[in-house]
């Protein structure tokens, strides 16, 4: 058997588990490992600004391809607690990243040693295992627990902390022989898959909600099938977006509150049948659950078996992976059809995508200060149907959903449930990391933008070129906006007059001045009609020199994007004019019609 200490086999397991990159920062309790790291060789570590940062870097590695996992590395203490926003991300949007943490030796652990926490107990209830190995020759078990329990079922992260003599210790390990062990999934039967479709068959209006879950089981191109066989018009989450193409003809629309369509909602509120695969029934997506269930018969497929029946009690449940779910509806449904047993759903999806092109919201204005609309009009111009965008939270993100187009699987790469502001630059570098030939776009406000703005550093050294499009109104806008029941704008405002940078006005921060200093490239625009151009430079920009490039539009102050305001997704309301001309809105998936 071969000797090495406990860090070098858990390196060696992190290879054999498919692992290429880490994202992290070293430190004194965490420098063993490290040092594996580095003798072992494989695996790229990308040095962070913040601990946080690294685990939102592992998160959107992970989001970007199917079988990624990306790791976070960090030194005892605060590191943990630093990487915890990531890990509630992570758990929240079910993906699985691996933290590893230095910890003080196990003979000081409860001793108040420098830096030393029990994180594993701060960790636990955002994590599927969160554990501090005490024992130097239960690491190799420990780690291929990991890697089983962060793929299996509901995907989500796992926390292993290491102290440092643990780490040194000697052990008998034979990475020769190492082997994963078998990921499970629950699969639905065929009888569940032919009542589903059977109740599917039995409505006149019928829906499939396509969840995150149908993304990360990387079957989406097994629901467009399904939808094409049965004819049934699809509404993605915002976690779901990308998994048929905005502009298929059984594209619906998204549904919600917030992040929504005018005509996926109105297709939505005429459904009779929902089929939700892979989603959690968000309460962002479903509003006050009276107005969401009237009149509609659920069924709900979720590979978390206590996920069904969490929100509201759906009309029948399956625990299922999602792949392993529509395998079987497609098998299903391919016979009802060559059998001539499949409804005919044509007027259906056809008066969807009648209101796809006649309830739009208009994006051209020429204004000065730059309204944010047209901001996502001159984005849908300038980057395609490759382009992987990034995004967490805010008034841009909303605006972002309701205008920006989106084509395939992983390609609206988005913080679902935790939102954490500062979370879009390090995802953004995760995801350029991952696919470094990918056109990746980041979009903030000012605020999320201003959260981790030191992480833009780590595009600049190691060359992880992307742009990040920077709507800047210098408000809080969506507290701002919020804060309207209230009948206040309290601590929300951002403004006042920089010393060093009049020009601006009251925009304060210089973050031109601010990307240029962490080694970026940056682009100010004040016009809306020079936003395309701007766009096209900060692609050449990136192409040339292979940093991050920073277009920032400056907006006018205040826009009250489209949202309910009375939890109702049949109530939303609509604060700007609407398209009644097909200039209004010259980059709509369909051409306006009036």
């Known amino acids: 058997m071969a000797r090495m200490t406990a860090a070098r086999a858990a390196v060696e397991i992190l290879k054999r588990e498919g692992v290429t990159d880490a994202f992290g920062v070293p430190g004194a309790a965490i420098n063993p490992f490290y040092a594996a ?27 970007t391809h199917p079988g990624n996992i990306g790791v976070c590395i960090g030194t005892s203490g605060p ?12 758990t ?34 955002v994590t599927k295992m969160a554990v501090t190995v005490l024992e130097a020759a239960q690491v190799p078990g420990v780690f291929q627990q990991a890697f089983h329990l962060m793929r299996s079922g509901r995907p989500g992260p796992v926390l292993i902390d290491l102290p440092i003599d643990v780490q040194l210790t000697e052990i008998e390990f034979d990475p020769e022989t190492y082997e994963p062990l078998p990921v499970y999934k629950p699969a639905a039967s065929r009888a569940q898959i032919e009542k589903a479709i059977g109740m599917l068959n039995a409505s006149e209006r019928p829906l499939i909600v396509a969840g995150g879950g149908v993304i990360n089981a990387d079957a989406a191109e097994l629901l467009v099938e399904f939808a094409e066989l049965t004819g049934t018009p699809v509404v993605p989450t915002l976690m779901g977006w990308g998994v048929l193409p905005d502009d298929h003809e059984l594209n619906a629309g998204m549904v919600g509150l917030q992040t929504s369509h005018r005509y996926g909602n109105a297709t939505f509120l005429e459904s009779d049948f929902v089929l939700g695969i892979g989603n959690r029934w968000a309460n962002r997506h479903t509003g006050r659950l009276d107005v969401y269930t009237a009149g509609r018969t659920f069924v709900h497929v979720d590979v978390e078996p206590t996920q069904i029946g969490r929100i509201f009690a759906p009309d029948y449940g399956i625990a299922s992976d999602a792949k392993a779910a529509l395998t079987l509806f497609v098998e299903v449904a391919r016979e009802l059809k060559a059998a001539g047993r499949l409804p005919d759903r044509g007027a259906w999806a056809a008066s969807a995508q009648e209101k796809k092109a006649t309830l739009q919201r208009r994006t051209h204005f020429d204004d000065i200060p730059i309204k944010p609309q047209r901001v996502y009009e001159e984005m849908n111009k300038a980057f395609g149907p490759e382009t992987r965008y990034v995004s967490t939270i805010g008034l841009s993100q909303i605006a972002g959903a309701q205008m920006l187009h ?10 679902g449930q935790a939102g954490p502001l500062g979370w879009t630059i390090p995802a953004a570098l995760g995801v350029a990391k991952a ?36 709507v800047n109104n210098s408000y809080l806008g969506l507290i701002r906006q919020a804060q309207r029941a209230f009948d206040i704008d309290f601590q929300v405002n951002l403004e006042f007059e920089n010393v060093n940078s009049p020009e ?14 962490l080694g970026c490239k940056a682009i ?25 490039v920073v277009v920032e539009a400056i907006l006018e102050r205040v826009t ?8 109702d997704i049949g109530n939303v309301v609509e604060f700007e004019e609407l398209a009644t001309e097909p200039a209004h809105a010259p980059t709509s998936i369909r051409t306006l019609k009036v």
């Not at 695996?43 to 989001?63: C, D, K, N, P, Q």
């Not at 990746?440 to 190691?462: N, R």
Request: one cysteine or more; aromatic letters at 6%.
């Open 37 to 63: 790291l580095k003798a072992s060789g494989g695996i790229h570590h990308t040095l962070a600004r913040h601990v946080e940062g690294a685990s939102h870097m592992a998160e959107g590695y992970t989001r």
């Open 79 to 90: 590191a943990g607690t630093d990487m915890i926003t990531g890990l509630y991300s992570a």
């Open 92 to 125: 929240g949007d079910s993906i699985p990243i691996l933290c590893i943490t230095g910890q003080a030796p196990t003979a000081v652990i409860h001793k108040e040693d420098f830096q030393a926490v029990d994180i594993a107990s701060i960790a636990g209830p």
């Open 406 to 415: 989106v084509f395939r699987p992983r390609h609206w790469i988005n913080c």
């Open 435 to 470: 696919d470094p030939e990918a056109q990746v776009v980041a979009l903030s406000g000012d605020y999320d933008f201003q959260f981790m703005i030191e992480e833009l550093a780590v595009g600049a050294q190691h060359r992880i070129p992307y742009i990040h499009v920077l």
């Open 504 to 517: 601006l006005g009251v925009y304060g921060v210089d973050h031109v001045k601010v990307a240029e200093g």
């Open 524 to 548: 100010r625009v004040t016009d809306p009609a020079e936003l395309g151009a701007a766009l096209e430079q900060a692609k050449k920009l990136a192409a040339e020199f292979q940093v991050p």
């Open 560 to 567: 009250n994007i489209a949202m309910s305001t009375t939890n």
